[in-house]
């Protein structure tokens, strides 16, 4: 069973939509039978919203599912209420991140493309605390407590079940001064730290690798259990956007694959960002 509490909320969704739509009702007319309005049927299909166990068994015997099936759902709906580690209030996390930071929890696979700034899962501090300033009106102690959650993922790499995680920076980010350059020298070598991990893979975009598809940055998520489909991520200032449908995604990992073909090879990578620090050592 998926860990995290979002996690748990995008299976129960997965699974009912599944259950409606096997029996080919429609959300208006499950709405009918149960006696509630369609809307709250489709709610509870797309993760808008906790759902109460007593609405996943109305639900369960009005499809006349096992016991074992209703038990399980129920037993999802009950654990996507509670809150993850990241959630407590005064951590200077935004809500619609908070739902990332959940999928993120119980991811197999990691492909991440970096197009502006280094990759969150390998920043030092002082290097996540100039973005924080710089893209958010936070005080100076809420900058700290979103910088300490960001520090507290990166942990995920270095777990024994970690995920294979593959990273595709442009160069322009290495060479892109944030804070100063001693700042830049240590958030590269930490970078160079991170890829002595075994599941950690990353490549240097270079600036003369020709054309490539131009998507801006993105990051794809996989997850352990095939009912669970891959997600897409793209975050902006003040939202996100989340692409689960079976092109959409096919299209990003077709994308990533061209990426990663035109980018260095992780060794010339770390080859290139070692002679980068060599030029904010000088």
Same mark, same amino acid.
């Not at 995920?156 to 892109?176: G, K």
């Not at 804070?179 to 975009?205: F, H, I, K, N, Y």
């Not at 003369?208 to 131009?214: H, K, L, M, R």
């Not at 995604?249 to 010339?268: C, M, T």
């Given at each position: 069973?998926?860990?995290?509490?979002?996690?748990?909320?995008?299976?129960?969704?997965?699974?009912?939509?599944?259950?409606?739509?096997?029996?080919?009702?429609?959300?208006?007319?499950?709405?009918?039978?149960?006696?509630?309005?369609?809307?709250?049927?489709?709610?509870?299909?797309?993760?808008?919203?906790?759902?109460?166990?007593?609405?996943?068994?109305?639900?369960?015997?009005?499809?006349?599912?096992?016991?074992?099936?209703?038990?399980?759902?129920?037993?999802?709906?009950?654990?996507?209420?509670?809150?993850?580690?990241?959630?407590?209030?005064?951590?200077?996390?935004?809500?619609?991140?908070?739902?990332?930071?959940?999928?993120?929890?119980?991811?197999?696979?990691?492909?991440?493309?970096?197009?502006?700034? %280094?990759?969150?899962?390998?920043?030092?501090?002082?290097?996540?605390?100039?973005?924080?300033?710089?893209?958010?009106?936070?005080?100076?102690?809420?900058?700290?407590?979103?910088?300490?959650?960001?520090?507290?993922?990166?942990?995920?790499?270095?777990?024994?079940?970690?995920?294979?995680?593959?990273?595709?920076?442009?160069?322009?980010? %290495?060479?892109?001064?944030?804070?100063?350059?001693?700042?830049?020298?240590?958030?590269?070598?930490?970078? %160079?730290?991170?890829?002595?991990?075994?599941?950690?893979?990353?490549?240097?975009?270079?600036?003369?690798?020709?054309?490539?598809?131009?998507?801006?940055?993105?990051?794809?998520?996989?997850?352990?259990?095939?009912?669970?489909?891959?997600?897409?991520?793209?975050?902006?200032?003040?939202? /996100?956007?989340?692409?689960?449908?079976?092109?959409?995604?096919?299209?990003?990992?077709? /994308?990533?694959?061209?990426?990663?073909?035109? /980018?260095?090879?992780?060794?010339?990578? /770390?080859? %290139?960002?070692?002679?980068?620090?060599?030029?904010?050592?000088?």
């Amino acid at each position: 069973m998926a860990g995290s509490p979002t996690a748990r909320r995008r299976r129960l969704s997965i699974e009912l939509k599944k259950l409606r739509e096997g029996h080919g009702f429609t959300c208006a007319q499950v709405g009918e039978a149960l006696d509630w309005s369609g809307s709250k049927v489709n709610r509870m299909e797309t993760g808008q919203g906790r759902v109460q166990p007593s609405d996943v068994d109305a639900l369960c015997r009005f499809y006349k599912t096992d016991d074992e099936l209703r038990e399980f759902l129920k037993t999802l709906a009950r654990q996507a209420k509670t809150r993850g580690w990241w959630q407590v209030p005064g951590t200077g996390v935004p809500s619609w991140f908070s739902v990332y930071i959940g999928l993120e929890q119980d991811i197999s696979t990691f492909r991440q493309y970096q197009c502006e700034f %280094l990759p969150g899962l390998m920043q030092t501090f002082a290097y996540a605390a100039e973005l924080h300033h710089a893209t958010n009106q936070l005080s100076a102690e809420d900058v700290e407590r979103a910088v300490r959650v960001r520090m507290e993922r990166q942990a995920m790499l270095a777990r024994p079940d970690a995920p294979d995680a593959w990273f595709i920076v442009h160069e322009s980010t %290495l060479r892109n001064v944030i804070g100063d350059e001693a700042l830049m020298r240590e958030q590269l070598e930490r970078m %160079l730290d991170s890829m002595e991990l075994p599941t950690v893979t990353l490549q240097v975009l270079p600036f003369n690798a020709g054309s490539y598809p131009a998507t801006g940055s993105f990051t794809m998520l996989g997850f352990p259990d095939p009912e669970d489909p891959d997600i897409v991520y793209r975050d902006g200032i003040t939202d /996100a956007i989340y692409l689960e449908g079976e092109d959409d995604v096919r299209e990003y990992a077709r /994308a990533f694959d061209k990426l990663r073909a035109a /980018a260095a090879s992780p060794r010339h990578s /770390a080859q %290139l960002i070692k002679s980068v620090v060599k030029e904010y050592a000088r």
